[in-house]
């Protein structure tokens, strides 16, 4: 959901759902990223990182946390210390603390809610074909987050970059891989949607039929902002 993604009219927009359209009937499986494409969290994920870098003295603008949407979060603690030459922290307790801090941003009521014009798309399909969710999120949070807003019933299986089985997370294809060898269906006969751009590189390494890019979707939830933004402003 990186703020550089931008829709200029409706045409741009409607290409994509045009494109999605085009593959949806040739699909034999879908499989989803869920931060930020089926679960509108990275808003609340940032107040969680802002405070865990605020705390270890580290450097993580907005900006910066959009562009490395879909890596692991250990994975971007471990390029944040090399970059700042922060070698003195570690990573693995920069994500403990990151855990914490999440937990407070939602006992404050800050809670992620569903993707609608994503989610959509799976419940159309649910019952028709295999459906699985690939993230690059701590697995209880994925998994209490869809079981919160109740769409995690829809799913036949959630991979997690966690998981022993997931060598690499992305923008390496492993997640992507494993979740279509868990659902026994060929990555080149599966679509999947994303809203990162390492995702995006995840999913074409995979060899999908379709990868798709929730960002550009009209009723995206930025997109949406964006235009009430400006119907504000005109």
Same mark, same amino acid.
């Given at each position: 959901?990186?703020p550089?993604?931008?829709? $200029?009219?409706?045409?741009?927009?409607?290409?994509?759902?045009? !494109?999605?359209?085009?593959?949806?009937?040739?699909?034999?499986?879908?499989?989803?990223?869920?931060?930020?494409?089926?679960? $509108?969290t990275?808003?609340?994920?940032?107040?969680?990182? +802002?405070?865990?870098?605020?705390?270890?003295?580290?450097?993580?603008?907005?900006e910066?946390? %959009?562009?490395?949407?879909?890596?692991?979060?250990?994975? #971007?603690?471990?390029?944040?210390?090399?970059? *700042?030459g922060?070698?003195?922290?570690?990573?693995?307790?920069?994500?403990?603390?990151?855990?914490?801090h999440?937990? $407070?941003?939602?006992a404050?009521?800050?809670?992620?809610?569903?993707? @609608?014009?994503?989610?959509?798309?799976?419940? +159309? %399909?649910?019952?028709?074909?295999?459906?699985?969710?690939?993230?690059?999120?701590?697995?209880?949070?994925?998994?209490?987050? /869809?079981?919160?807003?109740?769409?995690?019933?829809?799913?036949d299986?959630?991979?997690?970059?966690?998981?022993?089985?997931?060598?690499?997370g +992305?923008?390496?294809? @492993? #997640?992507?891989?494993?979740?279509?060898?868990?659902?026994?269906?060929?990555?080149?006969?599966?679509?999947?949607?994303?809203?990162? @751009?390492?995702?995006?590189?995840?999913?074409?390494?995979?060899?999908? /039929?379709?990868?798709? @890019?929730?960002?550009?979707?009209?009723?995206?939830? !930025?997109?949406?902002?964006?235009? *009430?933004?400006?119907?504000?402003?005109?």
């Open positions: 959901m990186a550089n993604i931008i829709i $200029d009219d409706n045409i741009s927009a409607c290409d994509e759902t045009a !494109r999605l359209e085009t593959y949806l009937p040739q699909a034999k499986a879908l499989v989803f990223d869920c931060d930020g494409t089926l679960l $509108d990275m808003p609340i994920y940032y107040q969680s990182w +802002k405070r865990t870098c605020d705390e270890v003295c580290l450097e993580f603008s907005i910066r946390f %959009y562009s490395t949407a879909g890596m692991p979060v250990i994975d #971007i603690f471990r390029l944040l210390i090399e970059e *700042q922060k070698l003195e922290l570690c990573a693995l307790d920069c994500e403990k603390k990151k855990k914490q999440h937990a $407070d941003v939602e404050e009521g800050n809670v992620a809610g569903a993707i @609608d014009v994503v989610v959509d798309v799976a419940r +159309k %399909y649910h019952g028709k074909i295999p459906l699985a969710v690939a993230s690059s999120g701590w697995r209880d949070h994925v998994l209490t987050g /869809l079981e919160r807003v109740g769409i995690l019933k829809l799913f299986t959630v991979v997690t970059a966690d998981e022993d089985a997931v060598e690499k +992305k923008p390496h294809p @492993d #997640i992507f891989l494993v979740a279509a060898e868990r659902l026994g269906v060929d990555p080149k006969l599966c679509i999947g949607f994303e809203d990162a @751009d390492f995702g995006m590189q995840a999913l074409n390494s995979a060899g999908y /039929l379709y990868s798709s @890019d929730v960002r550009t979707l009209w009723n995206y939830p !930025r997109n949406v902002e964006r235009r *009430q933004q400006t119907e504000r402003w005109s």
